[in-house]
Every structure is written in C-alpha cells, then in structure tokens.
C-alpha cells in the first residue's frame, strides 16, 4: 500500500508562494490519480486540486475554483512525487492540506474516492 508523505507547509504573507510535496513510497505513484485536499478550522474539507495517472498517454488537472490560476499541480516520476505550486496566496488558504491517491479525478472532494491519504502539512497565510 502506498504510504504519502506532505512537506513544504509554513507561514507566509499573502501574496507569496508555497510548494507543497507529496512523496510516495512503499509504491509507484505514478499509476494513480492524485488529489490534493485542504481543510481550515472549523470548516469542511474541501478539494483544491487533483492530477490523472502517468498511465494514461495525457494527463488532466482540476482545479477548485477558488485557487484556478494561482495553484499548479505536477509530477515528477522520477521523484516518486506531485507537487502543489500555490502562489498569490490568500489568508482563506489558510488550512491543513492534504495529499491522496485518489480512484478519479475531481476538483471536488469526494470521500469515497479516497484510498490512502498523508498527514498533511500546516499552510498559514498571515500578514
């Protein structure tokens, strides 16, 4: 079973940037579909972004409405890792994100989709 691992979390002022990391291991990430989720205090959690399988000839990305065309998703195979570029950060980014192979791709999340999850890393965004 593939176990993920976030990093890259922090405090930053608002309109600066973040690259958070999810690395896999225990199994080869680039088969599944990846999501990544966030939730703030107090509030439901919500999807931000999510990437289709490297098995497929191209990939698709979603985007939650809120962070489309400040937030960008990747992956590195090579790295065994997919990566959530956040700029022009915002205070209502403020959350604890989450990394998770997903069954599908949605800008939504969709709890029964989940398969494994991380622990997630602390993103505040604070002047």
């Known amino acids: 079973q593939v176990q993920l691992v976030e990093s890259g979390g922090g405090l930053v002022q608002p309109g600066e940037s973040l690259r958070l990391s999810c690395a896999a291991s225990g199994s080869t990430l680039r088969y599944y579909p990846i999501s990544w989720f966030r939730q703030a205090p107090g509030k439901e959690r919500e999807g931000v972004s999510c990437i289709t399988s490297s098995a497929v000839n191209a990939l698709y990305t979603y985007y939650a409405d809120s962070v489309k065309g400040r937030f960008t998703i990747s992956r590195d195979n090579t790295k065994n890792t997919v990566y959530l570029q956040m700029n022009s950060l915002k205070p209502e980014d403020t959350a604890v994100y989450y990394c998770?192979?997903?069954?599908?791709?949605?800008?939504?999340?969709?709890?029964?989709?989940?398969?494994?999850w991380g622990q997630g890393t602390q993103v505040t965004v604070s002047s």
């Open positions: 998770a192979t997903v069954s599908r791709c949605s800008k939504y999340y969709v709890p029964e989709s989940i398969r494994s």
